[in-house]
């Protein structure tokens, strides 16, 4: 960065030509001269602002972080006697915006969180605001995360506080210096709100969906080899694995899955055949855990990629940084012992990673949800029509509202859900949360849906532009749907709420 000068506005005013164009933004000033052919409004635009503030010109056109990628070319001093009215943010820095954080972070008293969540919180987001522009730039370019990220990431611990607590963390480094022993379900809650605050949600899930849902049944049901191998390579970053259940045939009825795998005659192999629909990160992903029928019933096979599994990229709402593929099993050879859990039992398999997927899904839809609050409430602050701020307006104010107070309540439920999973043992979890989870995960979804419709009408054509001042309210109202579809359908969840209710009604209870 240049030296930085002190000036007078009446000596910025003078340079206000093609040829030494200054411009002020809150108290700094920019010399735009040579930048202004590349300005993506054309050199007009700039020329005919030359020498002014356009402090409130710059805000109503483009986001903070473009004065942040730009700042160190074209910066050149500041205003004398001024100082700067906008704050930018450090790597970490939780917001001030109202309800752009969880209430306990916006300072409420809390019986859940501490000072080891709050660490966690500030490193995580730190790890993630450094790499969110790479982010941004891939989820618009479809490339997928590269290994060097996910090795970065797993050093980190970030892969592996994703999973929850459990020996799977012995020995590893998780951000804020968060010890192995005092993880819990909320350290895990706030790693999967974070991940998904990066605003970009084809990479997100390129990141954090295959391995999330596709190495617990290796951890809860492999062989003790599997483990040893397996997990420490997915959780440093050195191998990609995901869950291969859907198919073409069967999504959330899981017990009509075509996929066969058949006893080789001297009993040590299985050969694989079939395919699979929608797997998250199936493109890029050295491991596949897979579901297929034998003729003992469903089973889960830990499978590795060969020359005999075929990956196609689909096209889905959202980029092809998720790797979301079409995988076609063609005589797939896998060892016996490459079953998860026993043969014929996989329904079990999958029934256990079900709940604890959803839990996640409801973490991540909360964290992108909140995002968009904060975009919306700066937006509506910065946006000036008809002569006033759009927070001005009561229909806007009447909006926000409405997004808060749905959002407040599921994250205050999503909250207690978790508090009973870090008390209650699997077996009691299994029992009494699956109904509760799939009814939260109901609401978590349908409460995105109403906040990406009013996120919408608060920023205008601006939503459903890509790029720009709403480029994160587009992505959001383009692909919440995911949420509401993966993990089980919303309507399922709903059934599944009220049948679990109902293995509970008091055979007695009449009106």
């Known amino acids: 960065m240049p030296e930085l000068k002190v000036f007078t506005r009446a000596e910025v005013a003078k ?5 030494d164009c200054w411009i002020i933004i809150d108290g700094a000033v920019y010399n735009v001269s040579t930048f202004a052919q590349l300005h993506p409004g054309g050199s007009q635009i700039l020329v005919e602002l030359g020498g002014k503030d356009v402090t409130d010109d710059f805000y109503g056109l483009h986001r903070q972080e473009v004065l942040v990628k730009y700042a160190p070319r074209l910066k050149i001093g500041t205003i004398e006697n001024e100082v700067a009215q906008v704050s930018i943010p450090v ?10 954080e969880p209430s306990y972070w916006m300072g409420f008293k809390s019986p859940y969180f501490n000072e080891s969540h709050t660490a966690f919180r500030k490193a995580i987001r730190a790890i993630y605001d450094e790499i969110r522009p790479d982010a941004i730039l891939a989820e618009d370019q479809g490339t997928y995360p590269s290994k060097e990220l996910y090795a970065k990431l797993g050093e980190a611990g970030v892969l592996a506080s994703q999973l929850g607590p459990g020996d799977h963390l012995k020995g590893m480094k998780l951000p804020g210096g968060v010890r192995p022993e005092e993880f819990d379900y909320f350290h895990e809650m706030i790693a999967h709100q974070e991940t998904s605050r990066l605003g970009a949600p084809g ?47 069967a999504g959330s009825d899981v017990a ?40 003992k019933g469903i089973t889960v096979f830990f499978v590795e990629r060969d020359e005999n599994i075929e990956t196609k990229q689909i096209k889905t709402s959202y980029s092809p940084s998720a790797g979301t593929a079409y995988i076609t099993f063609e005589n797939v050879k896998v060892p016996a012992e490459n ?10 398999v999958i029934m256990f990673n079900f709940s604890h997927e959803r839990v996640y899904i409801c973490a991540a839809v ?14 509506a602050n910065q946006r000036k029509v008809f002569g006033k701020r759009l927070i001005d307006q009561p229909v806007i104010r009447n909006k926000l509202a409405s997004m808060i107070a749905q959002l407040e309540a599921v994250e205050n439920w999503l909250e207690n859900i978790t508090y009973q999973m870090c008390k209650m043992p699997y ?4 029992v009494k949360l699956a109904g509760p989870i799939g009814l939260l995960k109901y609401q978590v979804t349908r409460v995105s849906h109403n906040i990406a419709d ?16 709403g480029r994160t309210v587009e992505a959001f109202q383009r692909t919440y749907k995911f949420g509401a579809i993966l993990g089980g359908s919303e309507e399922i969840m709903a059934d599944l709420g009220i049948r679990q209710a109902m293995k509970y009604f008091p055979q007695g209870a009449k009106l």
Not at 15 to 19: A, L, R, S
Not at 339 to 348: A, C, M, S, T, V
Not at 366 to 379: H, L, N, P, Q, Y
Request: proline letters at 5%.
């Open 427 to 430: 077996l009691e979890q299994s």
């Open 366 to 379: 909360t964290g992108a949800s909140r995002a968009i609050v904060e975009d919306c409430f700066k937006w």
């Open 91 to 100: 790597p970490g820095e939780l917001s001030t915006v109202p309800y752009a």
């Open 339 to 348: 079953i998860i859990g026993k043969e014929g039992e996989g329904f079990k």
């Open 15 to 19: 340079h206000n030509t093609e040829d």
């Open 256 to 295: 009509r899955i075509r996929t066969t795998a058949k006893r080789t005659p001297d009993g040590k192999h299985f050969i694989i055949n079939g395919v699979k629909k929608w797997i998250t990160n199936g493109a890029f992903s050295d491991y596949f855990t897979v579901a297929a029928t034998t003729e």
């Open 454 to 469: 009013d996120a919408c009408q608060i920023f205008g054509g601006r939503a459903i532009t890509k790029t720009g001042m």
């Open 203 to 249: 990479f997100t899930d390129g990141i954090s969906s295959g391995y999330s849902i596709g190495l617990p049944p290796i951890f809860n049901f492999g062989s003790p080899a599997l483990k040893a191998r397996v997990v420490p390579e997915v959780l440093l970053g050195k191998k990609r694995i995901c869950l291969a259940i859907t198919e073409p045939y």
